[in-house]
């Protein structure tokens, strides 16, 4: 099992930036793939962007591109989600999750990861 726990979030004014932070335990995850998505009320779940950690590979949603980065940091087993020039749509509960990497055209579905963390608010004010 990997434990996944998020932090980071809270009200941003727009155009301001946060960082999320994703920390995982309990596997060694060198041969996951963390991933990031977020869900607003009333929506689905959709896909932020995600990294292989055996390789830095990023993957981003179009509609994240250029404002978002995806970094990790191997000895804390800890993903983060840096996010810029922020909009009153990227408000949502943002979610990390993983799983064992498999094929990168299954990154941006939900069903492609096995674990979750249990959300953080991001809220952007106009």
């Known amino acids: 099992q990997v434990q996944l726990v998020e932090s980071g979030g809270g009200l941003v004014q727009a155009g301001g930036s946060l960082r999320l932070s994703c920390a995982a335990s309990?596997?060694?995850?060198?041969?996951?793939?963390m991933g990031w998505f977020r869900q607003a009320p009333g929506k689905e779940r959709e896909f932020v962007g995600a990294i292989r950690w055996s390789d830095h590979s990023t993957y981003y949603a179009d509609s994240v591109k250029g404002r978002v980065t995806i970094s990790r940091v191997s000895g804390k087993n800890t993903v983060y989600l840096q996010m810029n020039s922020l909009k009153p749509e990227d408000t949502a509960v943002y979610y990390c999750?993983?799983?064992?990497?498999?094929?990168?055209?299954?990154?941006?579905?939900?069903?492609?990861?096995?674990?979750w963390g249990q959300g953080t608010q991001v809220t952007v004010s106009s």
């Open positions: 309990g596997r060694t995850i060198t041969s996951y793939v």
């Open positions: 999750c993983a799983n064992y990497d498999f094929r990168s055209s299954w990154y941006m579905r939900v069903e492609g990861y096995n674990y």
